[in-house]
């Protein structure tokens, strides 16, 4: 199994600053032969589902701020969050889906503001 | 619109069998490149990865928990049921299911509310 690890568990970052949030897996989860790294990032808030927030590890989902963004290849992979807002509390989670399941998530990194 | 919902016991007893069921609208398990997937959370805890069946009834678990895990297409074509035998307290969590089109996005685009599972005596 690709084993996914996040980096920090947990950050703690003011009102309209930057957020980081690291993603390592255990082995490449890019493809050569369409150029995509399969990769997803979720943010997940207490009492509701997760939610996805950007997939290809850089193509946001539709509807989700610009201040999200993804960025990295292979093995290495970066959740941005620019001009950070209450609202983006959450833990936030990456996730593989390279060739065939099981497709695991990290472990979680835990944002406050 | 694509919504899911997860349904089935509250608590279960130890060592008994959890049978979950999702119940889905607003798009065809039978479309090439869906799936659907179910992901638990224990309190407290990450994010798990279940297990996944696709339109082309192609089943994958999680490799610790395979042996205690069935997905299935259920009798109603905007279903899909999960079962879990032997369940322990560790096993207590939110399950949820989700929508997975592979080659689109490939990512869990829509998930239900989750379902709250306590197993105790």
């Known amino acids: 199994d690709i084993v996914m690890t996040q980096s920090p568990d947990s950050l703690a970052v003011s009102l309209g600053e930057r957020a980081t949030i690291n993603c390592k897996s255990s082995?490449?989860?890019?493809?050569?032969?369409?150029?995509?790294?399969?990769l997803a990032w979720y943010q997940h808030k207490i009492g509701q589902p997760p939610k996805l927030l950007i997939y290809?590890?850089?193509t946001r989902e539709s509807g989700v701020p610009e201040r999200f963004s993804g960025s990295g290849s292979g093995t290495d992979f970066t959740l941005t969050i620019s001009s950070l807002q209450a609202e983006d509390a959450a833990v936030y989670y990456c996730q593989h889906y390279y060739s065939t399941p099981p497709y695991t998530f990290g472990q979680g990194t835990k944002l406050e503001i | 619109q694509v919504t899911l919902r997860e349904s089935g016991p509250a608590l279960v007893k130890p060592t008994q069998t959890l049978t979950l069921t999702c119940t889905f609208s607003?798009?065809?398990?039978?479309?090439?490149?869906?799936?659907v997937t179910w992901i638990r959370q224990p309190p407290g805890k990450a994010l798990e990865w279940l297990a996944l069946i696709n339109w082309d009834d192609d089943e994958y678990y999680s490799t610790s928990l395979e042996t205690r895990l069935t997905i299935s297409k259920g009798t109603s074509k905007n279903q899909v049921v999960l079962t879990m035998t032997n369940m322990d307290p560790l096993d207590t969590a939110t399950y949820y299911c989700a929508r997975m089109v592979q080659g689109l996005k490939d990512g869990l685009d829509v998930w239900g509310q989750g379902t709250t599972v306590t197993v105790s005596s």
């Open positions: 290809w590890a850089s």
């Open positions: 607003g798009f065809s398990l039978s479309t090439s490149g869906m799936s």
């Open positions: 082995q490449s989860v890019f493809f050569s032969s369409n150029n995509k790294n399969y």
